[in-house]
């Protein structure tokens, strides 16, 4: 059974640095694209950044862009998103995601197969 939980959300200040942990289950990072979502209420989810291990591909959409840094602890299973230099634009639910077919060449379309359950960021000015 898949599993991926969240951890790592909270509040901070513009400026400021977060770290998001996904800790996966049920598959192994290394052939699957991993990544990260973000989500605010009304809107569509938007792909913030992606890995693909047995590719050597890794993509970041323009707005965290030298900001964010994922990342993967393939002993522990668990994906990382090191956000820094955050602004209140960034303030939303952020889910991590993981499927076996996409390939992480490009923007990031939500149809990812496994989703968590998602962890509240937000930056206050």
């Known amino acids: 059974q898949v599993q991926l939980v969240e951890s790592g959300g909270g509040s901070v200040q513009t400026g400021g640095s977060l770290t998001l942990s996904c800790a996966v289950s049920g598959f192994n990072l290394d052939y699957y694209t991993i990544g990260w979502f973000r989500q605010v209420p009304g809107k569509k989810p938007e792909g913030v950044s992606c890995m693909n291990s047995r590719r050597g591909s890794t993509y970041y959409a323009g707005f965290v862009k030298g900001r964010f840094t994922i990342s993967r602890d393939t002993a522990q299973n668990t994906i990382y998103l090191q956000m820094n230099s955050l602004n209140p634009e960034d303030t939303a639910q952020y889910y991590c995601?993981?499927?076996?077919?996409?390939?992480?060449?490009?923007?990031?379309?939500?149809?990812?197969?496994?989703w968590g359950q998602g962890t509240q960021v937000t930056v206050s000015s």
């Open positions: 995601v993981g499927d076996g077919h996409y390939s992480c060449s490009g923007p990031m379309l939500p149809g990812y197969e496994y």
